[in-house]
């Protein structure tokens, strides 16, 4: 039996911040505040974030939650994200044979006596 076919792609592009949706997971547990500091740092110091806002095919977040606190605190109204796309291609079904008619047997043997 054939297995499913998975084709994965990611593309950058620019989001509005408020169209990233979070998974409650993410929300349940937030980052401390020593790494949003942190992330924070890296910014101010070198100009860019240190990670990225990853979402899936649905705007979902990924990964990447502390960016996206740090941008939102911040007031940014768009931001460059990387969103992963997932092409699942299933085997086309498997369609079994004809099933065997099978005749009584005197019409077997009717078919037998006009085929001789």
């Not at 084709?7 to 505040?33: D, G, L």
């Not at 890296?42 to 860019?48: D, K, T, V």
């Not at 990670?51 to 939650?65: K, P, S, T």
Request: charged fraction near 25%.
């Amino acid at each position: 039996m054939d297995k499913p076919k998975v084709k994965t792609y990611v593309h950058s592009k620019t989001y509005p911040v408020n169209s990233i949706r979070i998974p409650k997971s993410f929300q349940a547990t937030p980052p401390s505040e020593a790494k949003i500091e942190q992330c924070l740092s890296f910014y101010i110091e070198n100009g860019y974030f240190d990670r990225e806002i990853i979402l899936n095919d649905n705007g979902y977040l990924v990964d990447g939650y502390t960016k996206y606190l740090v941008v939102k605190a911040a007031g940014v109204e768009k931001i460059k994200v990387l969103q992963v796309h997932t092409e699942i291609t299933y085997p086309a079904p498997i369609t079994p044979p004809e099933p065997i008619k099978k005749l009584p047997w005197w019409q077997r043997f009717v078919q037998d006596l006009r085929s001789a």
